[in-house]
Nanobody, 116 residues
Framework: QVQLVESGGGLVQAGGSLRLSCVAS????????MGWFRQAPGKERELVTA????????YYADSVKGRFTISRDNAKNTMYLEMNSLKPEDTAVYYC?????????WGQGTQVTVSS
């Protein structure tokens, strides 16, 4: 069974930066396409960015393109999300999961709050 644990969220002013981490247990991480998702209050959960199992291919939603960078270290079973130039509209709970997401893998997420 895979367990995903997100960390690194916090409160930051607009224009600031945060780095999120997602640590995976289990032996399938290195062969899984992964993604970062977020859910803002009153909104549906959305895919923010994704990365292929090898790390060679990435995808970014238009809303974060040029500001966020996804990466992974398969040797550490860890995925990262570097977030720069944060905006108040980036405020949400951020989750990691496989891409497409597996319902059983949703964790608690990590809260990111951007103040204006």
């Amino acid at each position: 069974q895979v367990q995903l644990v997100e960390s690194g969220g916090g409160l930051v002013q607009a224009g600031g930066s945060l780095r999120l981490s997602c640590v995976a247990s289990g032996r399938t991480f290195s062969t899984s396409n992964m993604g970062w998702f977020r859910q803002a209050p009153g909104k549906e959960r959305e895919l923010v960015t994704a990365i292929s199992w090898s790390g060679r291919n990435t995808y970014y939603a238009d809303s974060v393109k040029g500001r966020f960078t996804i990466s992974r270290d398969n040797a550490k079973n860890t995925m990262y999300l570097e977030m720069n130039s944060l905006k108040p509209e980036d405020t949400a709970v951020y989750y990691c999961n496989t891409n497409p997401p597996a319902p059983a893998y949703w964790g608690q997420g990590t809260q990111v709050t951007v103040s204006s």
